[in-house]
C-alpha cells in the first residue's frame, strides 16, 4: 500500500487560521484509506486536512474498496470516508458486526450506481429504458471482442456491484467488460458520446456526468435486500442478485480503535457532511476543469469554514 503523510506541521500552506494542536490526544497517525475514483479522494483530502487542521497526524494510504475491511478490523487501517449503499453496504454490515469496525453515519451524500445508456440509444433500442429492451438489441452494444452479445462497460472490477452476477441471473446476451480506472470508464463515455456510437455503462451519482450528458438509468427489477440474499427471491429462483441495485447513503466507517486513541477525531469524523452538489461541483473541477485534489478542497475549506469547524469544535 502507498502512503502518504500529511501531518500538522502542513497546515499553515493551506491557508486555513491556525488551531492548537495540543487538541491532539496522540500523535500516532490516522490512517485515512484512498481509493480510484474522484469523489472518494476529495472527501478523504477533506477529512484530512480538517483532522490536521485540529492537531492531529494524518496518513493517506491507498487500499482496495472492499478489501479494506480486512485493515479496518485489524487496526492497521483506521477510517474509509465513503462506504456507498449502492455498492459496500454487505461488507460494510459484516465488518461492524464483529465489533472492530464501528459505522460513523450519513456523509450527507445520496448515491445512485446503475447502468446507463446516451439518450440516442433509445432510436437505436426501443423499449429503454426497461431492461429486456437490452436484450432485443444487444447486438447493437456488440463490440468485436465481446460479439454477438453486447457489452456493459463496468466499473473498475474493485467497486464490487454484482454485475456479472446480475447478468447470469437475469439471463443477459451481454458481457460485462470492466474499466481500468474511474478516468478510463469516463473517457470511453465521452469517446462514445461524441461519435454518437453504443454504449451503456456504470455511471454514479454524485458526479457531474449525469449533468453533462443527457442519458437514464436503465430500469431493472426493484432492488430488495432478499434479491441479494435469497435465491429463492425475484424472477430467477436459482440465483441471487436478479434486481436493480440499492440506492442510498454514502456513510464513512472507522476501526473501533478510532474512538478509542482519539476520541476527537472520531467525533471530527462523524459529524463531517458534505451535499451531492457540493461533491459533484469538486468533482467536476477535477475531471473537467484539470484543477488538482488539493486546490478544490482547499477552495471548499476556505468558502466552508462556518460549517467545518463545528466539526472539531470542543
Known amino acids: 500500500m502507498r502512503i502518504f ?3 500538522a506541521a502542513a497546515v499553515a500552506g493551506l491557508g486555513i ?5 495540543a487538541a491532539a490526544e496522540s500523535q500516532e497517525p490516522i490512517k485515512l484509506t484512498m481509493h480510484d475514483w474522484t469523489g472518494q479522494l476529495v472527501t478523504t483530502t477533506l477529512m484530512g486536512k480538517v483532522l490536521s487542521k485540529a492537531g492531529y497526524n494524518v496518513e493517506y494510504v491507498q487500499a482496495d474498496y472492499i478489501a479494506q475491511f480486512a485493515g479496518l478490523k485489524t487496526g492497521d487501517l483506521h477510517v474509509a470516508m465513503e462506504i456507498w449503499e449502492t455498492t459496500g453496504r454487505e461488507a460494510m454490515d459484516e465488518a461492524t458486526a464483529t465489533g472492530k469496525v464501528v459505522n460513523m453515519g450519513e456523509t450527507g451524500m445520496i448515491a445512485i450506481e446503475e447502468w446507463w445508456y446516451p439518450a440516442y440509444m433509445e432510436e437505436i433500442c426501443p423499449g429503454l429504458p426497461d431492461w429486456k429492451a437490452l436484450n432485443d438489441c444487444a447486438s447493437e452494444f456488440a463490440t468485436p471482442e465481446t460479439a454477438p452479445m453486447g457489452r456493459y462497460l463496468g466499473g473498475p472490477v474493485t467497486w464490487g456491484g454484482f454485475d456479472d452476477e446480475r447478468v447470469e441471473a437475469l439471463g443477459m446476451d451481454f458481457e460485462v467488460v470492466h474499466a481500468g480506472t ?9 469517446s462514445a ?8 455503462l456504470w455511471i454514479y451519482a454524485p458526479h457531474w456526468a449525469p449533468t453533462k450528458y ?7 427489477p426493484e432492488y430488495s435486500a432478499e434479491c441479494y440474499n435469497d435465491p429463492s427471491v425475484g424472477m430467477n429462483t436459482s440465483m441471487a442478485y436478479d434486481c436493480g441495485k440499492p440506492t ?12 478509542e486513541t482519539w476520541p476527537g477525531a472520531a467525533k471530527a469524523i462523524e459529524a463531517f457532511s458534505v451535499n451531492n452538489d457540493d461533491m459533484g461541483d469538486m468533482v467536476a ?16 475549506l476556505a468558502a466552508n469554514e462556518a460549517a467545518w469547524s463545528t466539526w472539531i469544535a470542543n
Open 5 to 7: 503523510t500529511f501531518s
Open 17 to 21: 487560521a491556525g488551531a492548537a494542536l
Open 182 to 190: 474511474d478516468a478510463a470508464l469516463f473517457a470511453e463515455l465521452e
Open 193 to 200: 458520446y461524441q461519435r454518437k456510437a453504443p454504449i451503456v
Open 214 to 220: 443527457e442519458g437514464s438509468f436503465v430500469k431493472f
Open 248 to 259: 442510498g447513503p454514502i456513510w464513512k466507517v472507522a476501526s473501533s480503535t478510532v474512538a
Open 285 to 300: 473541477a477535477v475531471d473537467l476543469d484539470g484543477k488538482s485534489v488539493d486546490e478544490v478542497t482547499d477552495a471548499w
